[in-house]
């Protein structure tokens, strides 16, 4: 009697890798995106990144890095852009529209209220000192996200180096030059598209 080979024992019963933890329903997809936008006080890419992909694991951190990529160079903001692609993966038109849904309606309110709160305090030496506190944390909460996810680039198809090297050439056009986002998204992007795909397609390339 032979031994049973590696593709007989990866499909025997028992033996198939456990399913990805997904939205249980159209509720859970509205209420998980309106719990992340209620959660997103000065920076949601930091919630984001906790909730999709460390909490709930609807996402790895490389596909977290990639979707978020498409989502920055589409119109409209970022989160919003995510949560159509996440809720379009899972339930079609309706998953995107209730991610979409969860992730504006309840906000939305609470920002309308505030709204009118800070119009009653807005000239208090107080309050604007503490907005701008409030900036610095948010500042750390993007940057400590940025390097949470910097481990996924070790699997990215151009290598961790060039990687590294488009990374400090976008923040200096950015944050040391002031170029128009446009301009950089259209070239430094456009360049790494060039690159990534000549690295996945070497044949297509010559």
């Known amino acids: 009697m032979t031994d049973p080979s590696p593709a007989q024992l990866a499909s025997a019963p ?12 159209l509720r859970d997809l509205f209420f998980s995106f309106t719990w992340l936008a209620l959660q997103g006080f000065g920076g949601v890419l930091a919630v984001v990144q906790r909730e999709l992909v460390e909490k709930k694991r609807w996402m790895t951190r490389e596909e977290f890095v990639e979707e978020w990529a498409v ?39 609470v920002v309308l209220a505030l709204a009118l709160v800070y119009a009653q305090f807005a000239g208090n030496p107080q309050v604007a000192a503490a907005l701008r506190g409030m900036g610095a944390v948010a500042a750390g909460l993007i940057a400590a996200t940025g390097l949470r996810l910097f481990g996924a680039l070790k699997s990215n198809p151009l290598g961790l180096p060039l990687c590294i090297a488009l990374a400090l050439a976008t923040f200096a056009a950015i944050a040391l030059m002031r170029w128009p986002l446009a301009y950089v998204l259209l070239g430094l992007g456009g360049l790494s598209c060039v690159l990534t795909y000549r690295q996945l397609n070497p044949q297509d390339a010559r």
Request: proline content about 14%.
């Open 14 to 25: 028992g033996n198939d890798p456990a399913p990805r933890p997904q939205p249980a329903s």
């Open 71 to 109: 989502a920055q160079i589409m119109p409209g903001p970022n989160v919003v852009n995510l949560s159509l692609m996440i809720g379009h993966r899972y339930f079609g038109l309706r998953g995107a529209l209730a991610a979409l849904a969860g992730m504006l309606t309840f906000p939305l309110l």
